[in-house]
């Protein structure tokens, strides 16, 4: 598969570069130990991450801005 194709792909390390995060955190989020569960492929003992599901995770993650009070 291509890597520029949003249906690829993705190892628990290629996850922890993308999110700068470590590869313990991806696992952890992966199997639900940790919330948000990040989707995942459980292809026998290897673990994949489909790019599409990667970016709705971070979609569902994202905060709204607070609204800013000015200094006073």
């Known amino acids: 598969m291509n890597s ?15 999110f700068n995060v ?25 673990v994949r991450f489909r790019e599409d599901d990667l970016d709705k995770f971070l979609a569902g993650c994202r905060r709204a801005m607070a609204k800013v009070r000015p200094i006073q």
């Open 22 to 46: 470590s590869i313990a955190w991806v696992l952890a989020h992966a199997e639900g130990r940790r919330l948000p569960i990040l989707p995942s492929l459980k292809l026998g003992k290897s």
């Open 4 to 18: 520029t194709n949003n249906g690829s792909l993705l190892t628990a390390r290629q996850v922890a570069e993308r």
